[in-house]
């Protein structure tokens, strides 16, 4: 595609709930970040996958959060029994190849609401 | 952390001025880039300075790196009404080939009609 395509674009989910998030990067895209971003807050890094490299889940908050990246293209960021404090906007980012040198892409995001 | 720092947090000015943002990190980096966000979603890339680089211009444009102090700054010539949004810088920082990219706070600029 011509973007970096995230789904759903909204989703309420209520608390307890496992919820999973798309991402489509661009085509040919090596490099992955998943980020989340609270209300008027800046963006907390969660995870980067780059190729077949093992992927670094150092921003992973609890092992509640999984992500996965299938063929190197699509990921999907996994919540199991979300809680309140999980809502926010989640942001996906991608690149060409290493150090960001064009720059990465960002999806429009999702924003998650736990009720 | 890698963690870029934005100052000011918000910043107003007249439409046709200039506006200044600073962004300061802690460890050394291979790159430091910045972004736009408008509403709260998606980040659009501006600009990106290498390690090695001291000053880049894109359009209105200008960045400056100081890895001595590690500090940026982007510099928004004749502010528009449509570059009301908020800056992100985001150090790029390399352990062992494993790269990061962090952000901050970001800098909330309202330009003024």
């Known amino acids: 595609g011509a973007g970096v395509s995230q789904s759903p674009s909204n989703k309420v989910t209520e608390k307890g709930k496992d919820v999973e998030l798309r991402c489509d990067p661009i085509?040919?895209?090596?490099?992955l970040y998943w980020y989340r971003q609270s209300l008027g807050q800046g963006l907390e890094f969660l995870i980067y996958?780059?190729?077949?490299?093992?992927?670094?889940k150092s921003g992973l908050p609890s092992d509640r959060f999984s992500a996965e990246r299938t063929g190197g293209s699509v990921s999907t960021l996994t919540i199991q029994r979300t809680q309140q404090e999980d809502s926010a906007v989640y942001l996906c980012?991608?690149?060409?190849?290493?150090?960001?040198?064009?720059?990465?892409?960002f999806g429009s995001g999702t924003r998650l609401t736990v009720v | 952390s890698q963690q870029g720092e934005e100052d000011p947090q918000a910043l107003s000015i007249q439409e046709g001025e200039n506006a200044t943002m600073n962004c300061s990190y802690k460890?050394?980096?291979?790159?430091l880039q910045w972004y736009r966000q408008n509403s709260g979603r998606g980040l659009v890339h501006l600009i990106l300075?290498?390690?090695?680089?001291r000053e880049k211009h894109s359009g209105r444009l200008r960045v400056t790196l100081d890895t001595s102090k590690k500090s940026s700054s982007l510099l928004i010539t004749a502010s528009r009404a449509a570059d009301t949004a908020s800056y992100f810088c985001?150090?790029?920082?390399?352990?062992?080939?494993?790269?990061?990219?962090?952000f901050g706070t970001g800098t909330r600029l309202t330009i003024i009609p």
């Open positions: 980012a991608s690149s060409p190849g290493q150090l960001g040198a064009y720059g990465y892409t």
């Open positions: 085509s040919g895209h090596t490099a």
């Open positions: 996958f780059q190729g077949n490299s093992a992927p670094d």
């Open positions: 460890t050394s980096i291979n790159n």
């Open positions: 300075i290498r390690s090695n680089e």
């Open positions: 985001a150090p790029l920082a390399t352990n062992f080939g494993n790269e990061k990219l962090t």
